[in-house]
């Protein structure tokens, strides 16, 4: 990891803890920034993406039907996998995505511009500290986010396949 975005994990670490981030700049502000970057740069660079390791999961809405996307960081497990949360900005509810998964786990992802298949499992009650523990190496507090929230957050593992 480069000292430059060492720096800015450091400045913008403990700043993603204050309210004024989790009620309004995270939830209200960075959506529609990320969007218009996407666009801008079709897909290839993400705005969360230069400070943390960051994807766009592509589900289907559990009640709709319809496509979604959502931007997430996500945390490498050493396995080939990837580890997201549904903090939803250390909301009171699950964010949409998270029941997506859990109705249609099968999805995609986009990282670094390269969409790939998926399988979204969600992590057992006994391997949820241990994932934590892998996710808090990456950005030191975020479990502080379901701490803050009132509910157990879900973590899921996305495991990439491979479709004939």
Do not use: C
């Not at 960081?73 to 549904?86: E, H, K, L």
């Amino acid at each position: 990891m480069s000292r430059v975005v060492q720096a800015v994990r450091a400045v913008v670490a403990p700043l993603s803890r204050t309210r004024v981030f989790r009620r309004w700049i995270g939830p209200t502000l960075l959506p529609p920034i990320e969007r218009v970057v996407s666009w801008i740069s079709r897909g290839r660079v993400q705005v969360s993406g230069l400070i943390v390791p960051s994807l766009v999961l592509h589900t289907i809405g559990a009640k709709s039907g319809e496509p979604r996307d959502a931007p997430l960081m996500y945390t490498p497990d050493g396995r080939g996998r990837a580890i997201v949360a549904g903090t939803n900005f250390a909301g009171r509810n699950h964010p949409a995505w998270t029941n997506n998964l859990l109705a249609r786990p099968d999805a995609e992802i986009t990282v670094r511009g390269r969409r790939m298949a998926v399988h979204a499992t969600l992590i057992p009650d006994d391997e949820l500290d241990a994932a934590w523990a892998t996710i808090e190496r990456q950005w030191p507090g975020y479990r502080d986010y379901e701490r803050s929230s009132g509910r157990k957050v879900r973590l899921f593992r996305l495991q990439p396949v491979r479709r004939d």
